[in-house]
């Protein structure tokens, strides 16, 4: 039996036929692409609308289908940019390798080549808009920086752009990360689940552009009894001579059996105050990859970088550059991870 919505629906070669162009030309115009004229897209479109044309998802599916099922060969590069005044640091931090990884394998899946730009002496930010023109570049991935670099008017409008976490606060581009309230969240679940009561967070000054860390914390306290909601403790900068004596005053004041810290140089400063992990006190990580200690959360740093390019590839073929009006927010999860550094504290465990 003939479904008589489909008998009715309004398709590409329709509206073609009504305009007097191609359904090829339809196709094109209604993913504005830049092989068609702004003027023809706007035309199209609005016909579209006027006679209730709807994509057929069906369609779309076998389309997509197709092309994922072949061997599609590279014929694009994507930019990742290194602005930190030490290149190599960026990808030394393991999270950060990751992501690098992820994104690579994933560009290589769809056609594409990830290739790192040093922006340094060498390539300056004025040299690498003509450098990413000439190579045909349009897509941009931004990973994590320690400072926000002085773009000097980079025109953002002719690129397709995507950060790695909130490091960078300006492009305020769409933006990938890691969901640091829930692993945060999970990780505090995860260390009462193990016998701890008494859990504390340490972390450095927060930055301007907020710490979901902290935020994470404070929430998850909501959940227990307000004589266990122990205060936060912030630090300074890593060589702080004053970090020995503030840690060690709060742990005595606090009497936490547990540490969880999003700072890589805490657990080494907590052996230092004379507490033996886990002896004296157990700890856990916001990163087991980078946060000397290996309990905690891993945060599927490739996963990230997955994300990162399909995010990108949805924008290039969008045709949408630059800063967009609403960014958007992909988050991924971690999973908690059991180490030595937080054994189980309960019994017949």
Sequence with gaps: MKNPESESRITLRDLGKALGVSHVTVSLALRNSPNISPARCKQVQDAADRM????????????????ASKITPVHA???WLNLWKQPEQLRSY????????GASKAAEAYGYRLEEFVCDNRIPLSRL???????????????PHRHTPDWQGFPWQNFSVVRFGRSIETPRVH????????????????IQKRGYKRIGYVTTSPRENGHLFVAGFFMAQQYVDKALRLPLLTLNDPD?????????????????????TDARFVPDL????????PDDL????????????????????????????????????????????IFRQNLVEGRWTDGSTLPSRLKNT
């Design 129 to 143: 808009e003509k450098i990413l023109y000439a190579r045909g570049i349009s897509g941009i991935l931004l990973p």
């Design 270 to 277: 907590i052996r230092k105050c004379g507490y033996r992990v």
């Design 94 to 101: 393991a999270e950060f390798e990751c992501y690098w990884q």
């Design 282 to 325: 157990g700890l856990a990580v916001t990163s087991i990859l980078d946060g000397n200690a290996d309990s905690g959360i891993y945060q599927n740093p490739e996963e990230i970088g997955r994300v990162g390019v399909l995010t990108m590839i949805s924008l290039i073929n969008d045709n949408a550059h630059g800063i967009p009006p």
């Design 240 to 260: 702080s001579a004053a970090n020995k004596p503030k840690l060690t005053q709060w742990l005595k004041k606090v009497k936490a059996d547990a540490v969880l």
């Design 175 to 190: 933006l990938v990360g890691s969901d640091h309230v829930a692993n945060t969240m999970l990780s505090f679940r995860e």
């Design 52 to 67: 209730g044309y709807r994509p057929n998802p069906a369609a779309s599916a076998l389309a997509n289908f197709k092309i």
């Design 77 to 79: 590069e994507l930019a």
